[in-house]
């Protein structure tokens, strides 16, 4: 059975940081882009950021700077560093995995996706 497995979300205050985790099972994790996206309340499902097969990473503009993505394939996990957190960045935030290794923007193009960690940031 395929899980992503989201964890870290919280409340911080503007300005803070969180550290959130993705624990995959069930599918050859190496071999799979993971990325984190997010969704705000009213607002599309988008891309913030992405590490492929071959480890490299892509970020959303909107967060360059502040976040990090890592991934570490002898355990299957991906962390997103987050700092200098912002009230624009509170959503649910989703970690996704796409099978051809690659990073891509759509959120439709993943194979399989976690349930979510809330992150809520208060001014």
């Known amino acids: 059975e395929v899980q992503l497995v989201e964890s870290g979300g919280g409340l911080v205050q503007a300005g803070g940081s969180l550290r959130l985790s993705c624990a995959a099972s069930?599918?050859?994790?190496?071999?799979?882009?993971i990325a984190w996206f997010r969704q705000a309340p009213g607002k599309e499902r988008e891309g913030v950021s992405c590490?492929?097969?071959?480890?490299?990473?892509t970020y959303a503009d909107s967060v360059k700077g502040r976040f990090t993505i890592s991934r570490d394939n002898a355990v299957n996990t991906v962390h997103l560093e987050m700092n200098s957190l912002k009230p624009e960045d509170a959503a649910v935030y989703y970690c996704?995995?796409?099978?051809?290794?690659?990073?891509?923007?759509?959120?439709?193009?993943?194979?399989?996706w976690g349930k979510g960690t809330l992150v809520t940031v208060s001014e």
């Open positions: 996704a995995a796409e099978g051809w290794g690659i990073c891509r923007e759509r959120a439709g193009a993943m194979d399989y």
């Open positions: 590490t492929d097969r071959q480890g490299r990473v």
């Open positions: 069930g599918f050859a994790f190496n071999q799979y882009a």
